[in-house]
């Protein structure tokens, strides 16, 4: 299923005449979206709710357009945003809850995230899984734990994609010991050949099941990295792979926050330490004012644990407004050593104290797909 190849009708109820005129003009320039006056007469179309009068009957309206399956998507904005409204959207199924005053790029970014999940839906299930991991900084350990996971899944027997999405630096290369042609910006630059034969003619065959898309060499390239065309290769990638493991670096701008809404499961690795700690919770900030959906979805990964490090867990989740999800322990000098023998750590030291807690992680994020695939959480 190629993603230009499906129109999503889109409705639009709001009673501000210029928003819904700013609206429209959006939905009209971009692909892949066509305006239709009734909701109702495309069972795919998406519709967006305004929920500033009677909420109530808002909600009671919602819940029969998704229980009868008259649209596809509902989409609610308001500008009263406070906790009971957004639990009441979650147990009506409401795919995206969007702050008001609602800006149009946002709801298009909003759209095209229900449309590359539609899509996904209509192809058989041989969609993959997509995991993101950005770092809270530099050195926090970000591809270790990709290559980890990626690993992890290999050896599980899956058909699995490592996309080196890292920047300021793309390391998968150096951690796994081989040298590549291509990189992730012939994908992006050619987006009219993208496909899955096209994108595995750009990946490094680490084996036959493990398929590595690099990051450029020049870090002017690895800096150009656009929100556009992001979403195109992570679908892509996931048509054609069981499990899609992104490394997402540690630059925090719009394509780290594109790719972390673009995947199933979005993941932040921080340190315990303030600084640290201090940048994930302004990353999971941002995360919020791009999306409700997306800041609870995102899940916070401690590496390098120690039970005898001055801060407490308490206090992580104080500093960060977070549960801790998962925990790697503090391995010493492996994780160091595997890197200078060009392996990922779960080849080199399968059997560590840090292979066995990122094997965990990736099984517990295996385990909650089924839960994310469905409602308000699942809907990227």
């Not at 209509?122 to 991991?133: D, E, Q, R």
């Not at 919770?281 to 609870?296: E, F, H, R, T, W």
């Amino acid at each position: 299923m190629n993603t230009k190849e499906t129109t999503v009708g889109v409705s639009i109820l709001v009673t501000d005449s210029k928003l819904s005129q700013e609206l429209r003009n959006a939905v009209n320039s971009t692909p892949g979206f066509k305006l239709i006056d009734e909701p109702t007469e495309d069972q795919h179309s998406v519709v967006l709710i305004e929920a500033n009068g009677s909420q109530e009957q808002v909600l009671k309206e919602v819940s029969v357009l998704k229980s009868k399956g008259y649209v596809g998507g509902v989409f609610m904005t308001a500008s009263n945003y406070q906790q009971d409204l957004l639990l009441s959207c979650i147990q009506m199924g409401v795919d995206e809850f969007l702050p008001s005053p609602l800006a149009p790029e946002n709801f298009i970014a909003a759209l095209q995230r229900y449309r590359t999940k539609h899509l996904s839906t209509l192809k058989p299930a041989s969609s993959g899984k997509t995991i993101a991991v950005l770092g809270a900084r530099g050195g926090v350990g970000t591809t270790t734990v990709a290559a980890g996971m990626a690993t992890h899944f290999w050896n599980e027997g899956k058909n699995v994609a490592l996309l080196d999405f890292s920047r300021p630096f793309g390391d998968i290369s150096l951690f796994m010991d081989f040298e590549h042609e291509y990189s992730w910006k012939d994908a992006v630059t050619n987006l009219t050949r993208l496909d899955s034969t096209f994108l595995r003619s750009l990946m490094y065959p680490y084996s036959d099941t493990l398929q590595v898309l690099s990051s450029p060499v020049s870090s002017h390239e690895r800096n150009d990295l656009r929100s556009k065309g992001i979403q195109d290769v992570l679908f892509t990638a996931a048509e054609s792979f069981d499990v899609v493991i992104i490394d997402a670096g540690s630059v925090h701008d719009n394509a780290a926050l594109t790719i972390l809404e673009h995947v199933n499961e979005p993941i932040i690795v921080s340190l315990m330490s303030l600084t640290s700690l201090s940048s994930a919770n302004y990353i999971l900030g941002l995360c919020k004012q791009v999306s409700p959906v997306l800041a609870n979805k995102i899940k916070l990964i401690i590496n390098r644990y120690s039970s005898k490090a001055i801060i407490e867990n308490s206090e992580i989740q104080q500093i960060t407004h977070k549960e801790i999800f998962a925990e790697i322990a503090e391995d010493h000098e492996k994780p160091l050593a595997a890197i200078n023998r060009g392996l990922p750590l779960m080849q080199a030291y399968p059997n560590c104290s840090s292979s066995k807690d990122i094997r965990a992680l990736a099984r517990r994020l295996t385990e909650t797909d089924h839960a994310t695939k469905k409602g308000f959480f699942g809907i990227l």
